[in-house]
């Protein structure tokens, strides 16, 4: 089946440091990827959502100079959380569709970015 | 008000018992309608999915969706202590692969089943 591999699975970072997730699509084109933020016992809060090849569009209330969204290709996406701060700490998981199938969301299995 | 409602439980099962998760919506363009597993600090991943009204069977699950009660549920049968997880239901306008396909997420129900 689809698999979407997501990178760290966890990372503890200093406070205004920048990091970045990354998803990968292993076994299709990922021609949309979602991005969605999980707080403790509540539900995905999607973020952006990217087209290969496009700017990404982001959700009233997500700053977009702050989580930074790349699609550069129909395999890797990956968002950047700059000048990170410790409300910034979250659940961060990806999700790819492949327009080729007449059904698919295939999640990642998460980053967890604790910020101190 | 929310446009998909929950209830977030937690709701606690003993094993072999039958559980049963739902949804109510308030949009009506919702087309399709999916039914996520998430276990702790993991992903969703995709236990059942149907489009419109009617119900879907795939083995101890059952999805059900009432479109014009804006009602869907899902029914586990047999209840495992493996099956103990979030249940997160979730609805898209359209069937994805493009920018419009996003999903709408309940709040999600927490279930424990003890042997």
């Known amino acids: 089946g689809a698999v979407v591999s997501q990178h760290p699975s966890w990372v503890i970072c200093k406070s205004g440091t920048s990091v970045k997730i990354e998803c990968r699509s292993l076994d299709f084109q990922a021609t949309t990827m979602f991005w969605y933020r999980q707080f403790p016992k509540q539900s995905l809060m999607l973020m952006a959502t990217s087209n290969e090849g496009s700017k990404a569009t982001y959700e009233q209330g997500v700053e977009k100079d702050k989580f930074l969204i790349n699609h550069a290709s129909l395999t890797l996406s990956t968002l950047t959380v700059t000048s990170a701060h410790p409300e910034d700490s979250s659940f961060y998981i990806c999700?790819?569709?492949?327009?080729?199938?007449?059904?698919?969301?295939?999640f990642g299995s998460g980053t967890r970015l604790t910020v101190v | 008000q929310k446009e998909v409602e929950q209830d977030p439980g937690p709701l606690s099962v003993p094993e072999g018992a039958i559980v049963s998760l739902n949804c109510t919506y308030s949009?009506?363009?919702?087309?399709?309608f999916m039914w996520y597993r998430q276990y702790s600090r993991k992903g969703p991943e995709l236990l059942m999915y149907t489009y419109s009204s009617g119900n879907k069977e795939d083995g101890r699950f059952t999805a059900q969706v009432d479109k014009s009660s804006k009602y869907i549920s899902l029914f586990i049968r047999d209840s495992q202590p493996s099956d103990s997880a979030t249940y997160l239901c979730a609805m898209s306008f359209n069937a994805g692969g493009t920018s419009y396909g996003k999903l709408t997420f309940g709040q999600g129900t927490i279930l424990t089943v003890h042997p």
């Open positions: 949009n009506s363009a919702f087309q399709y």
């Open positions: 999700s790819a569709t492949d327009r080729g199938r007449a059904y698919g969301y295939t």
